[in-house]
């Protein structure tokens, strides 16, 4: 939305900057500039917290394609002259002193209106600043809709599994350097979005600002996975442990270990559940699902491999994959 002071401000002047600056030129002027007159690094300086002010608005305009293309038709129409609001007094320098000559003149404050073949040339005028009224009590230019909301900034941050799951507060940098405060909720899932209000870009004309659309990614976890609120790890178990039952330990996340207990004849694969020690959030909380591992030992002693030849040969002639070759050929 066109602002009124566009008549009156080179945006291009007060970045140091051509007429014809590059996107990629422009960014980088700007983000110099904004270290040098940043508040947090001239505390107490009015003039640079000014100075901030004035780059971040020139920014705001010339960023924008759509924006830096309607300031630049605004500023060649007629540079110094300004809106006025109806009523307004004569020999002000107003509106008319843009299009006064494209509409055959008018008095100042007076509503200037051509028609031909139907067209009303109002149309025309009401299409370019987005159909507005001046003399708002902002001291810019309004629309029908009133102030243009700022627009909204990606960003993206990686989190450790422990502080995604759990949640916490971190600080972000800005590509200006501003620190930027964010509660991360627990149970944060790997891709998923944040939305943090009003820390977008600021409105040019007094609206409320946009918002930051935050991206985490989630690092993974060399013992625990997410499953829905659930956590989810792989727990080994020795052939005796699971043939004969055992009580063990099962580590938690951020906690201290739990004991489990191992039924006899416990297969690989099998699921224990510890209750509540999942992921809590506003939603609920989740389970610690201990996924058994039997753990085949690599290397037998002699004494050892006779003794297992001995167990073998005193179990049941059973195949445990005649089922699966069944299943298979039917």
Known sequence: MASQDWFDKDFYKVLGVS?????????????KLARKYHPDSNPGDAASEAKFKEISEANSVLSDPEQRKEYDQIRAMGSGARFTAPGGGQGTGGFEDVFGG??????AGQRTSYQQGGADYDDLLGGLFGGGRFGQTTGGFRGYGGPTRGRDVTASTTLDFITATQGDQITLQTSEGKPITVRIPAGVSDGQKIKLRGKGQPSPDGGEPG???LTVSVRKHPVFERDGLNLRV????TFAEAALGATIEVPTLGGAPVKLRVAPGTPSGRVLR?????????????????????????HLSKDAQEALE????KLPDENPRSELLRAARD
Do not use: C, H, N, W
């Open 19 to 31: 007429k014809d600056v590059s996107e990629a030129e422009l960014k980088k002027t700007y983000r």
């Open 102 to 107: 494209m509409f055959g003149g008018g008095g």
């Open 274 to 298: 510890v209750k509540g020690r999942g992921v809590t959030t506003s939603k609920g909380t989740g389970d610690l699902l201990a996924v058994v591992q039997i753990a085949v030992p690599a």
């Open 211 to 213: 918002d930051i659309v």
């Open 234 to 237: 792989t727990v080994p178990v």
């Open 310 to 313: 001995a167990f073998a040969a």
